[in-house]
């Protein structure tokens, strides 16, 4: 196996965090002081449920802003600096490349979210004491969490191979959103009439990620279990859709050509 | 008979372009040629002539549309075949973030090399590039011409066999420039290629053994930059002074251009003797005569004049 995509990816978190994008746990850990001290004063009861709830979507929120904004320039900002060139004249595959970016921002996305777990787990101790086994969710509803990023991160990777940032942002979104209500979307062409509305919906359904699947944030908070068969699913889902999605990055990028 | 360092065949290169990007302009046009090993090889042209888009096709930025090349031996498909080149993009641009030095050690971890040999090699490269000072400054603090080294020295980073310079003296002051003439001239000595491209067509004249001018994508000839002087007409150049209250004769005044006591004239070759004859009769002191071959310049100049393109010139439709 090349060791090309290595460099690629620290330079990519390198690049991350020169550029000063870690200071949002700045904002994290601010909102969840501000979530813990507002928190003991007006939920009695469900302080936990609260800051549980909050912690988990302010880790998701911020994760997929990151992935977005940064994922639909991994490859146009190089190109567009022109600082791909001196680059790919070296030895590296272009899928290296692909490879390397692609593992640079995941290991980026997953020290800030390991970051903003750490905070969430301190604010929680704050709020409600010793961790109980319970708390354990949280591990896993942040682990789907960051599946759906890998998931995110490379279909914006697969968009900045050919579209601008501004249209790859509006596709992840798009597609990211629309995943988001897969099973509603799927449920709704059930019910109509038409059946090419029918046929719409399942092939919507079966072609985007199916992103309501790795949310968890609601079962995590109120303690409720999670099934190990799930997490072994959305693995292996999150891990098909990426292999798939780089695959076919790699196909339009290695045709390019770099003008 | 060794293999040639570079060898270009047939290459042409198509881009899309209007809306429906079913019309195609061409930017290279069949291009064929041959850089032997050891050589410093020039390629000149206005811009859009087509050398940056020789030099990406060989580097496999971009796909030929149809035609070949092989660098030493092995086609630019082949991912080997970068071990063998060292490249230097136009106008460089690197990651802003990096320090020349961190950026050499990040292109250096292509290669296999240790991190030990990585440092001293890195470390001597900045000081050939008179980088040494500031190797440890973001490159976002680096002028236009600090850059254009940084790009040299990541160039020369793997002591590649073939070097393809993207205009290598662009935005180097006169020292710079003389420097990078000094790297190119030093590597030749070591049995490097270099083939480059340039608008500064007395560097050109000074270092390449060949030139190939390029004209509107296609080739328009390739010599010793002698060679393709010496077709042209010749004239010569006499400076002389003439004796206080002395005047010019009459036959050369109407040429003659004054430079303080001094006089300068220019005459065809045929006539160059006459010309003596008349000035010496004038008591004149010849300071110098000097034969006026045209230059590189000259012919580029003429060749553009004469290529200037006409609306869609090069363009195709696609069925």
Not at chain 1, 209 to 224: L, M, S
Not at chain 2, 51 to 67: A, D, V
Not at chain 2, 216 to 240: C, N, R, T, Y
Not at chain 2, 255 to 260: C, R, S
């Amino acid at each position: 196996m090349s060791r090309a995509p290595v460099p690629v990816a620290v330079n990519t978190f390198r690049e991350a965090i020169r550029d000063r994008v870690l200071y949002n746990l700045i904002f994290f850990a601010l909102l969840m002081i501000g979530a813990a001290i507002l928190v003991g004063q007006i939920s009695i009861g469900i302080d936990r449920l609260v800051i549980v709830n909050l912690g988990l979507s302010a880790i998701s929120l911020i994760g997929l802003v990151m992935a977005i904004f940064i994922g639909v320039g991994l490859v146009s900002k190089e190109m567009e600096r022109r600082t791909l060139y001196s680059l790919l004249a070296r030895p590296i595959r272009r899928w290296e490349f692909l490879l390397g970016k692609y593992g640079g921002l995941l290991l980026t996305l997953v020290v800030n979210t390991g970051f903003m777990t750490l905070g969430l787990a301190a604010a929680l101790f704050y709020v409600s004491g010793p961790f109980v086994r319970t708390d354990a969710l949280i591990l896993v509803a942040v682990y789907f969490i960051l599946l759906a990023l890998a998931v995110v991160t490379a279909l914006a990777l697969f968009f900045s191979c050919f579209s601008s940032p501004m249209l790859s942002t509006l596709f992840t979104l798009g597609i990211y959103l629309t995943g988001c209500f897969a099973g509603d979307i799927r449920e709704f062409g059930d019910l109509t009439q038409s059946q090419g509305m029918k046929l719409m919906s399942r092939v919507v359904y079966y072609l985007v990620p199916n992103f309501h699947n790795f949310n968890v944030i609601a079962a995590a908070a109120h303690g409720e279990s999670i099934p190990l068969s799930l997490v072994g699913e959305n693995t292996l889902y999150a891990a098909l859709y990426v292999a798939l999605l780089l695959v076919a990055a790699s196909a339009v990028f290695s045709s390019r050509n770099l003008k | 008979m060794s293999t040639p360092a570079i060898e270009i065949l047939g290459l042409t290169k198509d881009y899309p372009v209007g809306f429906w990007r079913k019309r195609m302009r061409r930017s290279l046009d069949d291009l064929s040629l041959t850089v032997e090993d050891g050589e410093i090889f020039g390629f000149l042209g206005p811009n859009g002539a087509g050398k940056t888009t020789t030099l990406k096709l060989l580097t496999g930025l971009i796909f030929p549309t149809c035609g070949t090349a092989r660098i030493r031996g092995r086609s630019i498909d082949d991912i080997d075949m970068h071990r063998q080149i060292g490249y230097l993009p136009e106008q460089p641009y690197f990651y802003d973030y990096l320090t020349a030095r961190e950026l050499l050690d990040y292109y250096a971890r292509f290669s296999p090399s240790s991190a030990i040999e990585r440092r001293g090699r890195i470390a001597h490269l900045l000081e050939r590039v008179g980088l040494a000072s500031a190797a440890d400054v973001q490159l976002r603090k680096y002028s236009k011409g600090m850059l254009q080294r940084v790009g040299i020295a990541q160039a020369i980073l793997d002591d590649p066999q073939v070097l393809l310079l993207d205009e290598p003296m662009s935005g180097l002051d006169p020292v710079g420039r003389r420097e990078v003439r000094d790297i190119i001239v030093e590597l030749r000595k070591q049995g490097r290629t270099i083939f480059f491209s340039t608008h500064i067509l007395s560097d050109a004249e000074m270092l390449c053994d060949r030139v190939a001018i390029l004209a509107g994508g296609k080739l328009q000839g390739v010599g010793a930059p002698g060679e393709i002087m010496s077709l042209e007409v010749h004239a010569m150049d006499i400076l002389f002074e003439l004796p206080a209250g002395q005047d010019v004769p009459p036959a050369l005044s109407e040429n003659v251009t004054k430079i303080g006591a001094r006089c300068r004239v220019e005459v065809p070759e045929s006539e160059l003797y006459a010309a003596l004859d008349q000035l010496r009769r004038s008591q004149a002191r010849l300071l110098s005569i000097s034969p006026i071959r045209p230059t590189l310049e000259d012919y580029f100049l003429r060749l553009v004049q004469d290529e200037k393109p006409r609306p869609n010139q090069a363009e195709v439709t696609v069925r």
